[in-house]
Nanobody, 120 residues
Framework: QVQLVESGGGSVQDGDSLILSCEAS????????MAWFRQAPGKEREFVAS????????YYGHAVKGRFTNTRHKVKNMMYLQMNSPNPEDAGVYYC?????????????WGQGTQVTVTS
């Protein structure tokens, strides 16, 4: 079983920056990739960014590309999302997810989420 805990959410002003963290833990932890998703009220869950665990290759959703940076610390099993120049459309609950490949392809473990509010 894998546990994911997000932190760092809160209120940020339009144009400032915020860093989200996600810590993965659990027995027999196996990570192929980790990702951030977000969901705003009344909207569907949206892909934000992902990172391959071994090589560190990153992928970004169109809405955040060029503004957000996704990194990881392999030894600590941590993933970070640097949110630069957030705007009100970036507000929502941010979830981290793990693709462990223990249950087939796809993200099979999810955190509880951390709320991000952007004020103008």
């Amino acid at each position: 079983q894998v546990q994911l805990v997000e932190s760092g959410g809160g209120s940020v002003q339009d144009g400032d920056s915020l860093i989200l963290s996600c810590e993965a833990s659990g027995r027999a932890l196996s990570i192929t990739a980790m990702a951030w998703f977000r969901q705003a009220p009344g909207k569907e869950r949206e892909f934000v960014a992902s990172i391959r665990w071994s090589g560190g290759m990153t992928y970004y959703g169109h809405a955040v590309k060029g503004r957000f940076t996704n990194t990881r610390h392999k030894v600590k099993n941590m993933m970070y999302l640097q949110m630069n120049s957030p705007n009100p459309e970036d507000a929502g609950v941010y979830y981290c997810a793990v693709d462990s490949r223990q249950n087939g392809a796809g993200y099979d473990y999810w955190g509880q989420g951390t709320q991000v509010t952007v004020t103008s």
